[in-house]
């Protein structure tokens, strides 16, 4: 999951995405990946790999914890595309601004390396710094940092959302 790109879930991450500013010198997605589970089936043929039972997965700051995870590749193991499963998946990524925290749980966690895009199904909610989002269905566009939140395929459910207003780091102390 290149969490950052690859992660909003590479997370993945979800993740989310993913995007960014990290501890390290080296941006996540060039950092290695670490996976554990209760068990894994690779195809490298179909470029698929499965993991299930408790998975974890880490790439540099972000992480993602699901029931299930299935990972598409590329040629020379780039992701394509990661789905998470569980009660719920989980998902951490190292948000834009430094010090600040991303993360989602869902159902099910979508994400799709080349267009940098998280999809959150099922029960799902998404913080970002402070800001809450929670709905059946919610979408996060790393590149063009937008969320989207609606009704699951079914027509059913609403959206929440808290927005807190950003704090200015000139403002004086109130007495």
Avoid at 61 to 89: F, H, N, W
Avoid at 153 to 171: F, L, N, T, Y
Wanted: charged fraction near 30%; proline fraction near 3%.
């Amino acid at each position: 999951m290149c969490w950052s790109r690859v992660g909003l879930v590479y997370v993945l991450a979800f993740g989310l995405a993913l995007l960014l500013a990290t501890a390290s010198a080296a941006e996540p997605e060039q950092q290695p990946i670490f996976i554990e589970s209760d068990s894994l089936k690779i195809d490298d043929a179909k470029g698929i790999s499965i993991y299930k039972g408790r998975v974890v997965f880490r790439q540099g700051p972000d992480s993602l914890k699901a029931d299930e995870l299935v990972i598409y590749t590329e040629q020379r193991q780039e992701v394509k595309k990661i789905i998470a499963t569980g009660k719920p998946a989980r998902f951490e990524h190292q948000a834009e601004l430094i010090g600040e925290r991303s993360w989602g749980e869902a159902e099910s966690i979508v994400y799709e390396a080349q267009t940098s895009r998280v999809v959150l199904n099922g029960e799902a909610r998404f913080q970002q710094g402070d800001n809450q989002f929670s709905g059946n269905r919610i979408e996060y566009d790393a590149d063009k940092k937008l969320v989207k939140a609606g009704k699951d395929d079914a027509g059913e459910g609403r959206v929440q959302i808290v927005i807190h207003p950003r704090k200015s780091s000139d403002e004086a102390p109130k007495q």
